[in-house]
């Protein structure tokens, strides 16, 4: 009882806005039935709690009974160090609720948490209006220069406990990587610009671990693989692809690929 609701939160002279009686439940209709750009969609709020929107509301009959629960707004904290234990400073981190509920097709509720987190100079972030449900932690993917980024951009926090991330006490260790350079070539020696450079094995790579192309030179660089075993795909139009294998390792020398004609 008592939530806020609001219909087409995103105009400034035709929202409606109601609350919640006892049950929880509250009607609201459009200023002006049939209006274009009205009935799009509903924010409901509580102060403690978060808010979720009901998206695509023109999609949804008119008389439809919408619902969701909204859950307590809680305040998590940690610390981001590399593996040294130094603090990473200013590393962007988006945050993951691994049992967050994801209702799908018109009308479906969203969640309004925070999307993203920062570390300060010290390497410390804190986050509020965090949705409180479940009995999972939310995890974080960091993102910053020189540190070792997945397929999708980021590296992991890796496991992080509720009561660390609530006392402030969570710790996320970033991995450092290499850098890895090299240049590509055609069979006469002539730098080809543009052509891809991709890590893993996969020749035509859809979902691969970030991938490069090279520039005017036909240079090309990864600022932070992970150290170890590293496959590369090279492919340029009008030559075959190439695979290199190598060992990727601090302060190693630039690769150097040549192009076969196909």
Known sequence: PGAEVTLDPHTRNL?????TDQDGRATVEPLIPGL???????????????????RDLREVPADAVLEARLYPAQAIAGHVVDEEGKPVARATGELWLTDEPRPEGPGRPVLLRPQWVASDDDGRWRCTDVPRHGASAPQVRWRTAGHIEDQWGGQFSGRLDLA?????RAVSTLRRGVVVAGTVAGA?????????????EDRFPSNAPPATKTDATGAFRF????????VLTVTAKGHAPELIETDAVAGMAPLAVALKPP
């Not at 929202?15 to 609350?19: G, I």
């Not at 600022?223 to 590293?230: D, F, I, Y």
């Open 15 to 19: 929202r409606v806005v109601a609350r």
């Open 36 to 54: 274009a750009g009205t009935r799009r969609s509903l924010r409901v709020g509580k102060e403690g709690m978060v808010g979720i929107l009901f």
């Open 164 to 168: 660390d991330l609530e006392n402030g």
């Open 188 to 200: 006469d020696g002539t730098p080809l610009v543009g052509a891809d450079v991709a890590q893993g």
């Open 223 to 230: 600022a932070s693989v992970p150290p170890g075993k590293l």
